[in-house]
């Protein structure tokens, strides 16, 4: 598999990362994720942003422009080959010697940059037929808004959902719902849409971007406002967002199902919609 590694393309057995770089010690870095459509970088500008967004947050200088980095990562989508998929990239504070919790100084330690692209398609069967949701206390930290690498919190979230046999973990912080272990979550109740406003508790996902101009496109009302589990239990639809799931029906709940048990008929119209946003998006290409 080819790496982007710093500025270079190189096969990942080249790639050396150092044991002392505090991504691997700390968790020290962020990331993204951008899906790749008949060769389109979807909604790259959105990405880039969040991207550089996270680096300020986390005091973390970028080497290079939003446009350099843009034409970095083209160059390479188009070196790897691969018309669908998922690029990741993800760049960590670098090495520092000694090991020291402080910042370092950013003129002395260069930011590691390292960036994949594998193939993946739409998962079909589960947009078609929905997936099956449990609740999850959310005892992640305070900056759920910064893509961390450090995904401890959420992996913890999804893995006791999935011992317990559900496919995703719908996460509560003081009985509201934040959102899913790796998506936005959204529901529907009356025929109007709700989901958590942006802030410190959930990640501002680019596919939320995406819906919520989708919502206002087909006439939806959307209700940016923290609701609660019970209201969740009682709701006619719900479904997760993200840019891998993208509109993922979840039909139910801690066994219960979320109305008739279907995807619901307003999860399926955005569904719809975000595939043809999709499809005009590299027409325009
Ligand atoms: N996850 N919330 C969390 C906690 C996430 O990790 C993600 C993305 C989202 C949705 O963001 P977006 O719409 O920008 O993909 C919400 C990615 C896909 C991941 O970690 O693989």
């Known amino acids: ?73 083209h160059k390479f989508a188009e070196e790897v080959g691969i018309k669908n998929g998922r690029l990741y990239f993800q760049v960590t504070h670098g090495t520092a010697k000694p090991r020291l919790h402080d910042f370092p100084d950013a003129k002395e330690v260069m930011p590691v940059l390292t960036a994949d692209i594998q193939a993946t398609s739409r998962p079909n069967e589960k947009l078609e037929n929905g997936i099956h949701g449990g609740f999850v206390p959310d005892k992640r930290w305070l900056h759920c808004d910064i893509k961390s690498i450090s995904l401890l919190g959420n992996i913890l979230a999804l893995n006791e959902a999935k011992e317990k046999g559900y496919d995703d973990a719908i996460l509560i912080r003081d009985g509201i719902v934040t959102e899913a272990s790796s998506s936005n979550l959204w529901m529907v109740k009356d025929g109007i849409l709700y989901t958590h406003p942006d802030g410190e508790l959930i990640l501002p996902g680019i596919t939320k971007i995406k819906v919520r101009q989708l919502a206002e496109k087909l006439g939806i ?26 509109v993922m029906p979840i039909i139910s709940i801690d066994g219960k199902n979320v109305g008739n048990g279907n995807p619901g008929i307003i999860t399926k119209q955005l569904q719809k919609a975000y595939i043809e946003a999709i499809e005009e998006s590299v027409k325009k290409m």
């Open 1 to 73: 598999m080819k790496i982007l590694w710093n500025d270079k393309i190189v096969d990942e057995s080249e790639v050396r990362i150092d044991t002392e770089d505090r991504g691997y010690q700390f968790g020290d870095g962020i990331y993204e994720v951008i899906r790749i459509y008949d060769g389109l970088l979807y909604m790259e500008e959105e990405h880039l942003e969040r991207f550089w967004h996270c680096a300020n947050k986390i005091r973390l200088s970028l080497p290079f422009t939003k446009e350099e980095f843009s034409q970095r990562l």
């Open 221 to 246: 009302q959307l209700i940016e406002e923290p609701f609660t589990k019970e209201q969740l239990i009682e709701a006619d639809e719900c479904f997760k967002t993200s840019s891998v799931a993208e």
